[in-house]
């Protein structure tokens, strides 16, 4: 690309040499639009050629898709309940206009592309105010073809969007700190400097959205270590710097605002809990996922993460502090080493690890490749720089001998799968070995010819960008198939068109197949063995997925009830089986007092439809001290009311056992009773049912005693493990919006 530019504009490349502190050139412009062509070729073609990887790209895929399906748009919907907490929204927001057009993996995956090509487009242009305009392109190109970029680049995750947003951000602090930026240049009246401050907390509040308070952490630990080295912490406490920081963290709040106060609002104080208590502190405390080279891993990881130039790493660290004052001044070479420095010793003390966690670090250690490569550019090959070129060749001995010994560390880098075996991975795929020996050739042949000097590093990133393609083109599809229980899904529709039950024996797997069933899989635990029998104890046919350690067991639990069971597909991992015979014989006589053949006609009419499958018709109050005055029901405190629920069977064949359940709430929230009940009192499960059956249900609703509520609300829905039925017809029936059903208001007398 470089090279285009030269012919472009005419010039040596030696033009790219020199920090902007002025507009845009043509220069500028011409690098700014390569940028974003090279990296559109790169990242756009072959994005939907390889199943969703599972679980992540299914599981974040199912909460775009679901809440797009609810209407839904601050409040993140996973298997009929919005208390997906585990995420910012910023991600699901990206996805559900794309999967409005159409669903699938091309169009998942195509937001964050094109996300990662602006964000390429943008650590170039605010580079160039730190560095070399040609050490900000090399330092581009090198992300643009590093291996952990380039993957989440293609994969619906929400790392991409914060790590192109921290980047973008941490560049922004660095030039209001350490940038050559004239004071007298103003925006609006407002100082140039000043502005890139502001816009720091900008794109860190959206990182917030994005990934929660790393928006907070990542630039709090670099600018902390920046201070610690400079000894110089006025650039946090000084007054000029200060009221700058506070009107900035005033930018910062009015961008996770709306969404955070409407959640607090909405969901209580349980939300914040959740969201900022379990997924950031405990992550950290290591109470997730807790490798077991806990301060090691991520030193490892960087060698795949950023093949072929990990190998020039320690080179470029050497040469960024000690011998590049021609190129970059102390204070920022101290500023863009506190960018990685704070981060990766933050990340590598962290308790939980997977292993993309690491990648915020990948740009700016793109930054030191950068400049390095800048001087290696036009620079007289000392011996220095001979012995360095030797030192990268031994490490690419070292990272392959590595990946040769266990190659899921590199081909699911972002994953955690990595560290399971690729037993159905064919052989031909791995063409590493050959990239190494190319890679050496390259560097020995720089090292003694000076022709290839420059064209050796051409060929460099043409061989970093050929076999990155090759990897998403051809590799990707194969390890995907391998890993995804797409095919899984694949053999269950294909075997069943009429779509038979089927459930997931295996609680994990719901985050793969929950999105490409669209919901229509029962989750059920190995351990809880009367849901089990429950679900396969019907005649008829149905269909399980299951790990090969559990199918013992399985098959014997289906043996108790009469069943037998056929593999459908099967890989090492994971397998499907097909469920069928008669089922164990079945006594209703003891649901015939919940049985009805019609409904009182004096109920309260309710209406209310779950799943579109059972209907709520209406209750009644069978006994309990209540009376009526001035149109409302009131109770006494401390009193039991008893209350018939009337379901009607809507379908032929119901696939889920429902059991109902019930919340009593008071207005102030203080006082909460609740409780879980069979349907039916367990005498006939929804599974038996028949259009047109009519099923009473009685429940209790208890008033407690000794709270500060003027009025209880019992809540009642259905739900079957942890899947709750879906209110279907919400808009006409009184609901909290989290499928619960408001039977009444209930006021205290006291």
């Known amino acids: 690309m470089i090279k285009l530019i030269k012919s472009k504009i005419g010039s040596d490349i030696d033009t790219l040499n020199g920090v902007r502190t002025g507009s845009f050139n043509n220069l500028d412009k011409f690098a700014v639009i390569s940028i974003v062509v090279l990296s559109a070729l790169l990242y756009i073609p072959f994005l939907g050629n390889f199943f969703m990887i599972d679980p992540w790209e299914n599981h974040y895929s199912h909460v775009a898709w679901e809440t797009l399906e609810r209407g839904s748009f601050a409040k993140l919907w996973y298997q009929n309940s919005n208390r997906f907490w585990s995420k910012p929204p910023l991600l699901f927001w990206m996805l559900m206009p794309f999967y409005k057009l159409h669903i699938s993996e091309f169009m998942g995956r195509l937001p964050i592309a094109l996300f990662s090509i602006g964000t390429l487009a943008g650590f170039y242009i605010l580079l160039t105010r730190l560095v070399s305009r040609r050490a900000s392109m090399l330092a ?20 991409l969007p914060f790590i192109g947003l921290n980047t973008i951000a941490l560049l922004c602090m660095a030039i209001y700190f350490v940038g050559d930026i004239p004071e007298e240049e103003k925006i609006w009246k407002i100082p140039r400097k000043d502005m890139y401050l502001y816009l720091f907390y900008f794109f860190e509040g959206w990182g917030f959205l994005a990934k929660g308070l790393l928006s907070v952490v990542i630039p709090g630990t670099a600018l902390f270590v920046f201070m610690l080295f400079t000894r110089n912490f006025g650039y946090a406490f000084q007054w000029r710097h200060l009221k700058k920081h506070l009107i900035g963290f005033g930018v910062y709040i009015a961008v996770i605002a709306p969404w955070m106060g409407y959640m607090w609002i909405s969901e209580g104080f349980e939300f914040i809990k959740i969201f900022i208590w379990f997924h950031h502190f405990k992550r950290v405390a290591g109470e997730i996922h807790k490798p077991n080279d806990l301060y090691t891993l991520y030193l490892r990881i960087l060698g795949y993460a950023m093949f072929p130039w990990s190998a020039f790493i320690p080179a470029a660290i050497y040469h960024f502090m000690s011998r590049s004052r021609e190129l970059i001044s ?7 080493m506190s960018m990685a420095v704070g981060p990766f010793f933050f990340l590598s003390f962290s308790g939980t690890k997977f292993y993309h966690y690491i990648a915020p670090v990948v740009p700016v250690i793109a930054i030191f490749l950068g400049v390095y490569f800048d001087k290696l550019w036009t620079a ?20 392959g001998r590595d990946i040769g ?35 050496a050739i390259t560097l020995f042949s720089m090292i003694f010819s000076s022709f290839m ?41 294909k075997d069943s068109p009429e779509r038979a039950p089927i459930a997931d024996y295996y609680k994990w797997l719901r985050k793969s197949v929950g999105f490409n069933l669209r919901n229509d899989v029962t989750f059920l635990q190995a351990d809880k063995e009367k849901n089990v029998l429950r679900f396969f104890d019907k005649p008829g046919t149905q269909y399980v997925i299951l790990r090969p350690n559990d199918k013992k067991r399985f098959e014997s639990l289906m043996k108790r009830i009469n069943k037998s069971t056929e593999p459908v597909f099967k890989d090492s991992r994971n397998q499907l089986l097909k469920v069928s015979g008669k089922g164990k014989e079945r006594d209703f006589s003891k649901s ?27 209750y009644k ?4 001290k209540i009376f009526h005055k001035e149109g409302r029901t009131w109770s006494k405190e401390n009193n039991t009311i008893t209350i018939d629920l009337y379901f009607k069977a809507l379908a032929d064949s119901i696939t889920k056992d429902y059991d109902v359940f019930l919340h009593t709430e008071g207005n102030q929230k203080d006082k909460r009773t609740k409780g879980d009940e069979n349907m039916a009192m367990g005498t006939y499960p929804t599974t038996f049912w028949k259009k047109g059956d009519i099923v009473r249900h009685p429940i209790k609703v208890r008033i407690p005693g000794g709270s500060k509520n003027e009025y209880y609300i019992p809540y009642v829905g259905i739900y079957q493990e942890e899947y709750r039925g879906n209110i279907t017809n919400r808009d006409d029936v009184p609901n909290d919006g989290d499928n619960r059903y408001e039977l009444l208001k209930i006021y205290l007398d006291k």
């Open 140 to 159: 581009t190109l090198i992300l643009m073809l590093s291996p952990h970029y380039f993957m989440l680049s293609r994969q619906i995750m929400v790392d």
């Open 380 to 399: 007289r090959w000392e011996l220095s720089s001979k012995i360095e070129a030797v030192i990268a060749i031994m490490l690419v001995a070292a990272i």
């Open 453 to 493: 000097r420059k064209k050796g590093f051409y060929f460099l990133f043409v061989l970093a960008a050929g076999f990155m393609t090759y990897y998403f083109a051809v590799c990707l599809p194969v390890i995907s198939n391998a890993y995804s229980l797409k095919p899984h899904v694949d053999a269950y529709i």
């Open 405 to 439: 010994n266990k190659y899921g560390l590199w081909l699911h880098i972002v994953t955690f799968y990595n560290e399971r075996s690729l037993d159905r991975i064919p052989s031909w795929l791995f063409v590493i070995i050959p990239v190494f020996s190319a890679f």
């Open 330 to 336: 102390n204070n920022k070479k101290i500023f863009l």
């Open 592 to 618: 015939k007092q919940y049985r009805v053949d019609n409904v009182p006609g004096d109920i309260v009419r309710s209406d209310v439809i779950f799943d579109e499958v059972i209907k709520l018709e209406g």
């Open 621 to 624: 109050i069978v006994s309990g």
